[in-house]
């Protein structure tokens, strides 16, 4: 008997990694393994969330993740509705929690929450009665982006154990790199933040990863290098002197390549500033990834809808 058949789900909501188990990680990318053929059909659907209705509840702009879980979605042959504050009472006065209960009173399964403040996604899990996904919450997680880095990870060398990662960037506003975190670390790797210290979260020796503060130190050594986005929006000061100068400490160059593993993974979540964080030439490169991550993250936004449907029903046929 497999280590997945052994195995059972019970969590309702997906609202980080940090609370997760090594165990129900490996379950989730084993649960997107299966799912990963329905993209290769003619007719790119199967049943498991027919007649269920799943919400795009996004208060931020968003383009692979909101478009990834309606796909996702869609392919589980779920309805999908796509919240727009633009269009909706928000822009009226309506607090989150009453449009949410308001979308709720239609008859909603599972709300795929996206929210500039942190906690946003735990708040509707301790108040509504559907399924809750978090698809980023302010500085907190970003938990499918977590799961299809490790997936694409996985993918190519095989397992986790033992490689060496490196997150460059601006660390200290990403929830990406949060979720990276918990789940390359559980999974067995060893993390390294890269970046100037003013990018770095005041709490990060808290945290279980190192720290480096050039990227030309840990190039040769890492076998995975994902590179982050500055958060242009988030920052209240400018935390270096230049876009140039950061780009020349920490940009992912041809050069800095030249000094890679020849097998190193560059990895980004998207989107990306072209010649700030990486050369385009890389970007494009043979040892990126990037958009197999786009590809994986199909596979893995629909085994989380999947699994917390199911954690769902079961709870409310007890």
């Given at each position: 008997m497999s280590k997945t058949e052994t195995f059972k789900w019970n969590r309702k909501h997906l609202l980080g990694l940090m609370e997760l188990s090594r165990q129900e990680i490996e379950y989730i990318l084993d649960t997107a393994e299966g799912f990963r053929e329905i993209s290769t059909r003619s007719i790119k659907k199967a049943p498991p969330l027919r007649g269920k209705v799943v919400v795009n509840l996004f208060f931020e702009d968003s383009t692979r993740t909101r478009n990834s879980f309606t796909l996702a979605a869609e392919r589980l042959s779920a309805d999908v509705m796509q919240f727009s504050t633009k269009f909706s009472s928000v822009s009226k006065g309506e607090t989150l929690l009453d449009t949410a209960k308001n979308l709720e009173a239609m008859g909603i399964d599972i709300?795929?929450?996206?929210h500039s403040a942190g906690g946003t996604a735990k708040l509707l899990s301790r108040t509504l009665n559907c399924a809750v996904v978090n698809a980023g919450d302010g500085y907190g997680e970003h938990p499918t982006q977590g799961l299809l880095?490790?997936?694409?990870?996985r993918q190519i060398k095989g397992s986790l154990?033992?490689?060496e990662v490196a997150i460059v960037g601006d660390i200290a506003h990403s929830r990406v790199a949060r979720s990276n975190i918990w789940a390359l670390t559980k999974l067995g790797a060893n993390v390294t933040l890269v970046g100037p210290p003013t990018l770095m979260p005041p709490a990060v020796k808290q945290l279980p990863v190192k720290v480096s503060y050039s990227l030309d130190d840990v190039i040769d050594k890492v076998d995975v290098v994902n590179m982050l986005r500055i958060q242009f929006e988030r920052l209240g000061s400018n935390p270096f002197p230049s876009i140039r100068e950061y780009s020349h400490y920490f940009g992912l160059t041809l050069?800095?390549?030249?000094?890679?593993?020849?097998?190193?993974?560059?990895?980004?979540?998207?989107?990306?500033?072209?010649g700030v964080e990486m050369e385009s030439e890389v970007a494009d490169g043979k040892n990126s990834v990037i958009l197999k991550q786009v590809e994986n993250g199909l596979a893995v936004r629909m085994a989380v809808l999947y699994?917390?449907?199911?954690?769902?029903?079961?709870?409310?046929?007890?």
């Amino acid at each position: 008997m497999s280590k997945t058949e052994t195995f059972k789900w019970n969590r309702k909501h997906l609202l980080g990694l940090m609370e997760l188990s090594r165990q129900e990680i490996e379950y989730i990318l084993d649960t997107a393994e299966g799912f990963r053929e329905i993209s290769t059909r003619s007719i790119k659907k199967a049943p498991p969330l027919r007649g269920k209705v799943v919400v795009n509840l996004f208060f931020e702009d968003s383009t692979r993740t909101r478009n990834s879980f309606t796909l996702a979605a869609e392919r589980l042959s779920a309805d999908v509705m796509q919240f727009s504050t633009k269009f909706s009472s928000v822009s009226k006065g309506e607090t989150l929690l009453d449009t949410a209960k308001n979308l709720e009173a239609m008859g909603i399964d599972i709300v795929v929450i996206r929210h500039s403040a942190g906690g946003t996604a735990k708040l509707l899990s301790r108040t509504l009665n559907c399924a809750v996904v978090n698809a980023g919450d302010g500085y907190g997680e970003h938990p499918t982006q977590g799961l299809l880095d490790a997936f694409t990870i996985r993918q190519i060398k095989g397992s986790l154990e033992g490689l060496e990662v490196a997150i460059v960037g601006d660390i200290a506003h990403s929830r990406v790199a949060r979720s990276n975190i918990w789940a390359l670390t559980k999974l067995g790797a060893n993390v390294t933040l890269v970046g100037p210290p003013t990018l770095m979260p005041p709490a990060v020796k808290q945290l279980p990863v190192k720290v480096s503060y050039s990227l030309d130190d840990v190039i040769d050594k890492v076998d995975v290098v994902n590179m982050l986005r500055i958060q242009f929006e988030r920052l209240g000061s400018n935390p270096f002197p230049s876009i140039r100068e950061y780009s020349h400490y920490f940009g992912l160059t041809l050069d800095r390549m030249k000094k890679a593993k020849p097998d190193i993974i560059v990895m980004h979540p998207g989107p990306i500033n072209r010649g700030v964080e990486m050369e385009s030439e890389v970007a494009d490169g043979k040892n990126s990834v990037i958009l197999k991550q786009v590809e994986n993250g199909l596979a893995v936004r629909m085994a989380v809808l999947y699994l917390v449907n199911q954690a769902s029903q079961e709870l409310r046929n007890k």
